[in-house]
């Protein structure tokens, strides 16, 4: 898998309690809640338009 280009920002509300549950699962696994975010959409984008949805896209941004 090649290294994802992070520049795009994506900013949600989420409950307090919710947050501080998925920060403390995400210390116990060792990663950052950002990676865990980035892993779920990639398997969500993934299991909606299959492991080759790069190759597919017609509107590549340049």
């Known amino acids: 898998m090649t290294k994802e280009n992070r520049t795009a920002r994506l900013t949600l509300l989420i409950d307090p309690e919710k947050k501080a549950v998925f920060e403390e699962l995400c210390k116990a696994e060792d ?18 338009l299959g492991e080759d949805w790069r190759e597919r896209r017609t509107d590549k941004p340049e």
């Open 31 to 48: 990663v950052t809640p950002s990676q865990k975010v980035r892993q779920f959409i990639r398997e969500y984008v993934e299991q909606r």
